[in-house]
């Protein structure tokens, strides 16, 4: 079955970090560039990082520069997001996106950032 996974979220506390992991099954992640995104209750989805499938630049959303790391390991079919520094408005269900031939969508992770 072709899909995508997030894992990772998580309960932590303000300045804490967590690293979420988005999987891919059923097909191979080189030729895909890879985008998280989230969304806070009551609020629109937001791009918060990408990836590129070419030469692995990186994208962060001015609120998460320096806090936020991409990173993927295609061997490993898996995308990372090291979120370190986190602040109450992190909160959100982050999802992650593949974008090439196909596009495909994961079911999101809930990070909770609250002391």
């Known amino acids: 079955q072709v899909q995508l996974v997030e894992s990772g979220g998580d309960l932590v506390q303000p300045g804490g970090s967590l690293r979420l992991s988005c999987e891919a099954f059923?097909?191979?992640?080189?030729?895909?560039?890879i985008a998280w995104f989230r969304q806070a209750p009551g609020k629109e989805r937001e791009g918060v990082s990408c990836i590129s499938s070419r030469d692995g630049s990186t994208y962060y959303t001015d609120s998460v520069k320096g806090r936020f790391t991409i990173s993927r390991d295609n061997a490993k079919k898996t995308v990372y997001l090291q979120m370190n520094s986190l602040k109450p408005e992190d909160t959100a269900v982050y999802y992650c996106?593949?974008?090439?031939?196909?596009?495909?969508w994961g079911q999101g992770t809930q990070v909770t950032v609250s002391s």
């Open positions: 996106d593949a974008d090439g031939i196909y596009h495909y």
């Open positions: 059923g097909f191979t992640l080189d030729y895909y560039s």
